[in-house]
């Protein structure tokens, strides 16, 4: 039965993440806000969504280490999963801002929340308020040097522009079925993650930081690979790093402002958090070596590859 419930809660946070980025969007076009924004903003806060609902539900419930895993294993899932199985696909090529502005922000973030959790085992709401004003100032950072450059080379296509003409009614429909599924979602994907934690004789961090995570990251991998296999323009690098950095700065900060975050697993501090921060650091040398500013096919097989490695040890050396 855990598994149903696993199930069906990814299922609901997939159909509430949709009718919640759909309608945000709509409401922004009513409020005469800029495409370039709501790409930026808007969006980026709608995906983030579900993450956000799973940790608050985990750590409103009593189980911290689900609020804390699902972030930690979401970002490690992110590059090594979904950019390791694209890059195998088709190879992915590196812009600019992404050694300039955005790795800086995600290995500051994860080195932060390191800290964070080092020093009192807590996420704290002064450290949650701290951790969303990091992400209120690098969205500033990030639309004010956008607005710099041609807005034709701004990867906003994800903002459907039929979405100006949406009425009220439906605006209000969709945010009512995202809302519902999101909150049913979240509580069905925790209960069954603790009831397998259990029947398994796991802890709720292995399951978490592999399973919980891997779920969340799946609406990011079926895009990805059907772009690369279709030979468009796949998922960038950009995007899977700023879901890192949402993930942390947003979903981890929001939670601990309405309910702080203890650390229960040791192993997420001495062990997890370390995975996320070296799949992170390890694009940078991967950037400038042997091809500059592309990830190929090699790279990705490697990054995959580390991937099962810590699903494999992450079972093994509970």
Known sequence: MSLVWIVLGLLLLV???????????????????SKLVIGMTVVSFATSAPE??????AALDGSPDIALGNVIGSNIANIGLVLGITAIISPLSISEDFYKLNWPMMML????LYFILQSGLIINFIEGLLLFVSIVVFLYILIKQSKKKDIMDMDIEEVDDALQKTSNFKIMVWLLIGGSALYFGSEWL???????AMSFGVSERVISVTMVAIGTSVPELAASVIAAVKQEKAISLGNLIG?????????????AMIHPI???SQKLLTNDIFWMIGFAAILIPFMLLPKKFEIGRLKGVFIFGAYL??????????
């Open 52 to 57: 956000l609902l799973v940790s608050l539900q």
């Open 262 to 264: 203890a650390l229960d």
């Open 190 to 196: 925790v209960l069954g993650a603790k009831e397998l």
């Open 15 to 33: 159909v509430g993440g949709e009718f919640l980025v759909r309608s945000s969007v709509s409401l922004s076009f009513k409020f005469n806000i």
């Open 243 to 255: 879901s890192n950095i949402f993930n942390i700065a947003s979903v981890l900060g929001l939670t």
């Open 109 to 112: 973030l994860s080195i932060a």
């Open 309 to 318: 490695v810590f699903i494999y040890l992450t079972f093994t050396g509970e």
